[in-house]
């Protein structure tokens, strides 16, 4: 991604290769959510401004291409995850001027055309939501406001629509994105003191131990 979200670029894993590859820009006025992949390599984006979005899909191999349909086409969409399981998505989406969590399904046909649709919400206790991860297959790690805080923390959020679970203790600066897999750490890109980190729990298995942030970085991430 560009520093402004107005692009999308591929490029080597390593230094010493080619510049960047352009591969997506966005229109006038918009900008892209972060990029997420399904498990068969497939590369989802979402290019949105206010009152509108568009699912981009791009296949491996492919160029890419808008899906077939869009249930968000009317929303600002501020995060979009694939689950690992490439038949689910988990979306913030603004709904009457607040941030939502919301989950719907992915089909793809025979002849390539995805659908992607049928998006509800999960849960009412979250508010301003800033970002989400699936943590395993029925549970998602968001980042956002309960009602009874006034900072945005790190959750546990079933899909089921259970309760949702607060995550470690102490501060965090500011939180904006966060990322998770199954057994593994959670991890938060924060800014603290005008210095970006990535900060994960002293003890993954206690939910509520406390966050070490040992490295200067942001936007983590787990390969899909």
């Not at 943590?135 to 980042?143: E, H």
């Not at 805080?149 to 995550?167: K, N, V």
Request: glycine share 10%; aromatic share 6%; net charge positive.
């Amino acid at each position: 991604m560009s520093a402004d979200e107005s692009q999308v670029l591929v490029a080597a894993p390593v230094t010493g290769q080619p510049a960047p590859r352009l591969l997506l820009t966005a229109r006038p006025g918009a900008r892209f959510t972060a990029p997420t992949w399904s498990h068969d390599g497939t590369l989802w984006v979402v290019e949105t401004k206010k009152d509108e979005s568009s699912l981009w899909v791009r296949k491996r191999g492919k160029p890419p291409v808008r899906a077939a349909h869009w249930g968000l086409g009317g929303r600002e969409v501020l995060a979009f995850r694939v689950a690992r399981d490439g038949v689910r998505a988990a979306v913030i989406a603004r709904v009457d001027g607040r941030p939502q969590v919301q989950v719907g399904r992915i089909v793809q046909s025979s002849g390539g055309a995805v659908d992607v649709g049928s998006f509800l919400p999960v849960s009412s206790e979250l508010q301003d939501a800033v970002d989400l991860a699936w943590r395993d297959y029925g549970t998602l790690a968001v980042l956002g406001r309960a009602k009874r805080d006034s900072q945005t923390l790190p959750f546990l959020m079933p899909i089921s629509g259970s309760a949702i679970t607060s995550l470690g203790v102490g501060s965090l600066g500011e939180p904006r994105t966060i990322a998770a897999a199954p057994g593994a750490p959670i991890l938060i890109g924060t800014r603290s003191s005008g210095k970006d980190q990535v900060c994960r729990q002293r003890s993954p298995s206690n939910s509520y131990s406390a966050w070490i942030c040992p490295t200067p970085a942001k936007d983590p991430s787990y390969p899909g």
